[in-house]
């Protein structure tokens, strides 16, 4: 035990360690590859760009899994009656993709209309029927003003879609039935005056988003042998009580350098050998409180060894009462950025933190419910190759997934035990964490074991800054649909998504269990 305890100390309530940060990333190279429609070539217009990670970002293990996305731009239509679609890619060929999702150049603008997609698995060369992509996505974001939204990168994008490996795509875009029919405007949105025709119902397009494209995303594979996520979540166990909310300073950024990571205690996962990039030594550095340089888990501890490695952390300073009830649930153990096959290269080389913790987003990705356990970690790279290169964030923006079977993932960069500022509920990314569970439960209940995962999350990370599952706490709003940038709110330790933005996230399924995990985190943390 005390192995484990010495791996893991370096725990802080506020955020109070100096991290080591990851130097410049080397750019991505890019090559370009043609499109065919229906087994044709493709038009100039419609070439995919391919980005991938340099030869040095492909060095290691796992962290360097190569992957790629397609762009290709949305046309217009000749008008279906049936479907109303005015937009989209007729069936066409492409390169092999897993994820998929559509773009658009201006984030501020929302896309009143329906997106459907139908795609060819390649494996059997069977079409899927036309599925619906949830288009109210850009509400998980960057708060307002930020430096990650005012960064001029950000676009606006529906939900990713997990569609399994395919090799063919059709799209179509419905806007909605009150969209109106403007008159003398540009059928695609650009300016453009090269004569293309929108055919029937084209004046409608000017009513979507300007620029809009279907990105495919390779997420890459993992490497043969390599498992996909870690062991099981561990029983549930007994705690105990915990410290006072700490004094909260201000935010900050931190840059490249930093300090050496900590020795491999005993007892602690062995790392995966091989090279490793500077902004993956970066990423895996910044839990070196907790495992050796490359460690591909965090290990779960015990409720006594999770306890007395706070005590232990926070002991110089704190009163007797707050060093004898250290309310904190067992730390749960933890897949890595390494572990799930982070490639570096494609973040922001700084992390960026808030204060301190003092609430719990729970999200769902909306990315559909047809994975396996399996590919979790393959839908992971996916999501945090759209989030970087389509939307243009700084980093994938959850700061922690959860998959059905209950596993769990580090998720944005900068440390697991550390408050990480994260673009996950726009207006409400200062001190709080976001959880995503992957899939879509609007109309399917979460498995009891996501919801657990969750609850022992929650209890953990929460618990490392003495706040309590079940009360609420004193959030002001960066900005949102719900709350004017500066309001003071009182919102739940543990809410929803759609409680600080109006949004249907995290779906009604798992937005009804939110009370279950609220009393179940209290109950890890022995409340």
């Known amino acids: 035990m005390r192995g484990i305890l010495a791996s893991s100390i370096g725990v802080t309530c506020a955020a109070a360690l100096a991290l080591p940060l990851a130097p410049p990333a080397a750019a ?7 499109v065919s429609s229906a087994g044709t070539p493709a038009p100039v217009a419609d ?20 992957g790629s996305t397609q762009s290709l731009p949305l046309r217009p239509l000749t008008r279906d009656r049936a479907s109303g679609a005015v937009l989209g890619l007729t069936p066409r060929t492409v390169r092999t993709f897993s ?3 559509v773009v658009w150049d201006d984030p501020s603008v929302d896309l009143h209309g329906r997106v459907q997609v139908r795609t060819r ?30 960064s001029g990168k950000a676009r606006g994008a529906t939900a990713p879609l997990w569609v399994g490996e ?45 620029g809009m494209r279907l990105d495919l995303v390779d997420p890459g594979e993992a490497e043969p042998g390599e498992s996909a996520g870690g062991a ?13 909310p700490q004094a ?7 840059g490249a350098e930093g300090a050496e990571p900590a ?57 007797e009462q707050q060093q004898a009830k250290p309310y904190i649930g067992p730390r749960p153990s933890i897949v890595t950025r390494r572990g799930w096959g982070a490639d570096e290269s494609l973040r922001e080389k700084s992390f960026v933190y808030t204060s301190k913790v003092k609430a719990a987003f729970v999200h769902h990705t909306a990315s559909g419910n047809s994975y396996s356990c399996s590919q979790a970690p393959s839908l992971i790279r996916g999501f945090y190759r759209y989030h970087t290169k389509s939307l243009g964030w700084r980093d994938i923006g959850y700061n922690f997934l959860v998959d059905k079977c209950g596993r769990i993932y580090e998720g944005r960069a900068g440390g697991v035990a550390k408050p990480v500022k994260g673009a996950h509920t726009m207006g409400f990314n200062s001190k709080t964490t976001g959880i995503a569970v992957i899939g879509s439960y609007g109309s399917k209940k979460p498995s009891s074991k996501a919801v657990k995962a969750v609850a022992r999350l929650t209890a953990w990370k929460l618990g490392l800054h003495g706040m309590n599952p079940k009360k609420k706490t004193s959030l002001t709003s960066g900005g949102g649909n719900l709350y004017a940038k500066g309001k003071k709110v009182k919102m739940k330790v543990i809410s929803g998504h759609r409680d600080g933005f109006n949004t249907s996230c995290p779906g009604g399924k798992l937005h009804k269990k939110l009370g279950s995990v609220r009393s179940k985190a209290a109950g890890y943390q022995g409340r």
Do not use: F
């Not at 949105?189 to 055919?199: F, I, K, L, P, R």
């Open 28 to 34: 991505s190279a890019a090559s370009v590859s043609s």
């Open 47 to 66: 070439v995919a760009t391919r980005t991938v990670g340099t030869a040095g970002a492909r060095a290691g293990a796992r962290a360097e899994v190569p």
């Open 99 to 101: 994820l998929l999702g």
């Open 121 to 150: 698995a390649a494996s059997t060369g069977d079409w899927t029927d036309w599925q619906d992509v949830e288009t109210h996505y850009t509400q998980h974001g960057a708060d307002p003003d930020s430096s990650e939204a005012a």
């Open 166 to 210: 395919s090799d063919g795509v059709e799209v179509r875009v419905l806007p909605e039935p009150d969209a109106g029919e403007p008159e003398d405007v540009d059928p695609v949105g650009t300016g453009s005056d090269e004569g293309e025709s929108g055919g029937e119902g084209a004046g409608e397009v000017s009513t979507l988003p300007a």
């Open 232 to 244: 099981e979540p561990q029983a549930e166990l007994g705690e105990s009580e915990g410290p006072e």
């Open 248 to 254: 909260e300073p201000g935010e900050s950024a931190e």
């Open 263 to 319: 020795e491999p205690a005993e007892g602690a996962e062995v790392p995966r050998t091989g090279v490793m990039t500077a902004a993956a030594k970066a990423a895996s550095a910044a839990n070196s409180a907790l495992v050796p340089l490359g460690a591909t888990q965090i290990p779960s501890l015990t409720a006594e060894e999770t306890r007395e490695e706070l005590v232990a952390l926070r002991g110089t300073g704190l009163t």
